[in-house]
């Protein structure tokens, strides 16, 4: 079980930008892939992109072309580039490994508002 620590989170205008990272304490490149997920209150859990080890990433819909996913092996962090933030997209995002999950990281919070 490795350690996630996600950052970046904050307050950001509508259509601006915020960059995620996620630092782990093991290899990333021993997982399949690494993702990203939000949770807005009531909402479910909710899967966002993620990047394999092969270097292909997929995105959901809902943010494909604005949150391109990247990674730093060397440093085992990968990052959540979130571009034109709507007011969806307000949540805690969490990062964690695929398909075999770790606990659940306290997750950055990210806010959108004028």
């Known amino acids: 079980q490795v350690q996630l620590v996600e950052s970046g989170g904050g307050l950001v205008q509508p259509g601006g930008s915020l960059r995620l990272s996620c630092a782990a304490s093991g290899s990333i490149v021993s997982e399949n892939a690494m993702g990203w997920y939000r949770q807005a209150p009531g909402n479910q859990r909710e899967w966002v992109a993620h990047s394999t080890r092969g270097g292909s990433t997929n995105y959901a819909d809902s943010v494909k072309g604005r949150f391109p996913v990247s990674r730093d092996n060397a440093k085992n962090t990968v990052y959540l580039q979130m571009n034109s933030l709507k007011p969806e997209d307000p949540a805690v995002y969490y990062c964690?490994?695929?398909?075999?999950?770790?606990?659940w990281g306290p997750g950055p919070p990210v806010t959108v508002s004028s």
């Open positions: 964690n490994a695929l398909p075999n999950f770790v606990n």
